[in-house]
T-cell receptor, first 109, second 115 residues
Framework: GENVEQHPSTLSVQEGDSAVIKCTYS??????FPWYKQELGKRPQLIIDIRSNVGEKKDQRIAVTLNKTAKHFSLHITETQPEDSAVYFC????????FGTGTRLLVSP | SQTIHQWPATLVQPVGSPLSLECTVE??????LYWYRQAAGRGLQLLFY??????ISSEVPQNLSASRPQDRQFILSSKKLLLSDSGFYLC??????????????FGAGSRLTVL
């Protein structure tokens, strides 16, 4: 089955800096790669996703890149703000999604 | 528009007691339904998923079971809870997959504490 690894587990940046979170997956059949943001005590919320026929996707300050050959994908957040502080999860799959272990992002003012 | 409801939001149960968590989806038909569990400070573990009434796939052997008695209803159960069953349980749904996976949307979650 699919196995997703996510790094780093924690990430601290200064406001205005960029943040990068990386994930690798194992199943070449996976064709959907979403990223979720989870604030404390809340449900995960989709922030951006990418499908296997696309290499890069951008939405304002966030972007995701996908390298299918190497089986890895990354989340990029530019001009970070304190409200970006949360836990971020990557996921990979086809009919069902397998999630990474999460990255706790802390943005300091 | 589609909405997903999950209840109860919180519950505290003694070890050995039964469990029933319920999830319903409105505004769509024949959704794929999922139960995930999140232990404190941990990631999201897929427990069960269902592509139709009475069709349940179990991802990990455990003390839990799932049922789908109606198209938009998904129930997570246990006959006897263990301490290790404590966690944040999330129901989720996706629409019909035409090609590849569709967007996964989570319910608000049920926080279970087993004492």
């Amino acid at each position: 089955g699919e196995n997703v690894e996510q790094h780093p587990s924690t990430l601290s940046v200064q406001e205005g800096d960029s943040a990068v979170i990386k994930c690798t997956y194992s199943d070449s059949a996976s064709n959907y790669f979403p990223w979720y943001k989870q604030e404390l005590g809340k449900r995960p919320q989709l922030i951006i996703d990418i499908r296997s026929n696309v290499g890069e996707k951008k939405d304002q300050r966030i972007a995701v890149t996908l390298n299918k050959t190497a089986k890895h994908f990354s989340l990029h957040i530019t001009e970070t703000q304190p409200e970006d502080s949360a836990v971020y999860f990557c996921a990979a799959g086809f009919q069902k999604l397998v999630f990474g272990t999460g990255t706790r992002l802390l943005v300091s003012p | 528009s589609q909405t997903i409801h999950q209840w109860p939001a919180t519950l505290v149960q003694p070890v050995g007691s039964p469990l029933s968590l319920e999830c319903t989806v409105e505004g769509t038909s024949n959704p794929n339904l999922y139960w995930y569990r999140q232990a404190a400070g941990r990631g999201l573990q897929l427990l069960f998923y269902s592509v139709g009434i009475g069709q349940i796939s179990s991802e990990v052997p455990q003390n839990l079971s799932a049922s789908r008695p109606q198209d938009r209803q998904f129930i997570l159960s246990s006959k006897k809870l263990l301490l290790s069953d404590s966690g944040f349980y999330l129901c989720a749904w996706t629409g019909l997959a035409v090609s590849g996976a569709n967007v996964l949307t989570f319910g608000a979650g049920s926080r279970l504490t087993v004492l």
